[in-house]
């Protein structure tokens, strides 16, 4: 079934007690240098660290015992993968997490703190692929994708369902787009939510496939692994651009040294650690300024696992 507004709330009533309704942070130093008003939806607080539990949690809890007796797999940089470990703990089963060898560190050492069974990859999505298939035939664990999977999309979308309960007529949603699962829950709940909204989808320069793919009408394939926003990395699947075409009404792109400077100003305003994935939906509505001025603004942080010793080199 395709992801819908009650398949949203469904997610949230199944995972709610399990996650943590992470809090919409405001500051008005931001707000005067951008001129508008921004609440930031903080998934850096949540449980493992990023929005992606609630997707990962959703899959896993709406399968039988029987369906998920010899465990759950997935392919991930790090933050579905983490998420998806951790759900498994809440099941008592075991979790297999095929990950690129150049994942950040922070989130490597995430994948062993959840007792996940990890094999490294190359950094193509081909050799990922390629290796959980592998696993599969070998574990007879059960896939659940980072975002190409309806019911990790209707988790996702949970996020925006608690922001729209928290901040009163928001003119604009602005989110990262990587695999687009998070755009596409996100999109779905807010427009079911207030139809007149308009969601801004913001991605990488250095990785624009969603981007071209918007705006040609033609999926693109993932562009090769440059950008520092190590989330956003993977390109869109039918189904995400599916969701994206019917529901977001633009997409930005930001430099890498737009995502940079976003993330130091959320870290000296806010005083919080996003990881620099998180930065690029700020970066855009800085970018944006002349044209969102005055508008009140909900931009969600994806996660905070920040490898701290690289983000901080940069600036």
């Known amino acids: 079934m395709p992801v819908t507004i009650n398949s949203i709330r469904e997610a949230h009533n199944r995972i709610k007690d399990f996650i943590h309704q992470t809090p919409v942070l405001t500051s008005h130093s931001l707000n005067r240098i951008v001129g508008m008003d921004l609440y930031f939806k903080c998934e850096n607080f949540q449980k493992t660290g990023s929005f992606k539990i609630r997707g ?8 039988s015992e029987e369906q998920i007796a010899k465990g759950v797999i997935t392919h991930s940089s790090g933050n579905h993968g983490a998420a998806l470990a951790q759900a498994a703990l809440w099941r008592n089963i075991p979790s297999y997490v095929v990950a690129p060898h150049n994942s950040p560190d922070v989130k490597k050492q995430a ?13 193509t999505l081909e050799s990922r692929v390629n290796e959980t298939n592998k ?3 070998e574990t007879g664990a059960v896939f659940i994708h980072p975002y190409d999977n309806d019911t990790v999309i209707s988790g996702a979308g949970t996020c925006c369902l608690e922001l729209m309960e928290s901040v009163q007529n928001p003119d604009v949603i602005m989110a990262p787009i990587g695999g687009g699962g998070l755009m596409s829950g996100t ?3 807010a427009k079911a939510l207030s139809p007149d909204i308009k969601i801004i989808g913001c991605e990488p320069e250095l990785a624009d496939d969603a981007c071209i793919s918007f705006k040609s009408g033609v999926l693109q394939g993932p562009k090769p692994v440059r950008t520092i926003a190590d989330g956003l ?5 039918e189904r995400t651009f599916g969701y994206i075409k019917q529901n977001v009404d633009h997409i930005e792109t930001v430099s890498e040294e737009e995502i940079i400077a976003a993330t130091k100003l959320v870290w000296h305003h806010l005083k919080i650690v996003i990881e620099l994935s998180s930065s690029v939906p700020f970066a855009a509505a800085i970018k944006l300024k002349k044209q969102l ?10 996660g905070g696992n920040a490898d701290l010793k690289y983000v901080t080199s940069l600036f």
């Open 135 to 137: 696993l599969i035939n």
């Open 293 to 302: 001025a005055g508008k009140r603004v909900g931009i969600i942080f994806s």
């Open 111 to 123: 994948l062993e703190t959840y007792k996940a069974d990890v094999t490294f990859s190359d950094v």
């Open 233 to 237: 990395r993977t390109a869109l699947s």
């Open 187 to 189: 999109s779905i709940a």
């Open 56 to 63: 990962a949690s959703n899959a896993v809890l709406n399968l």
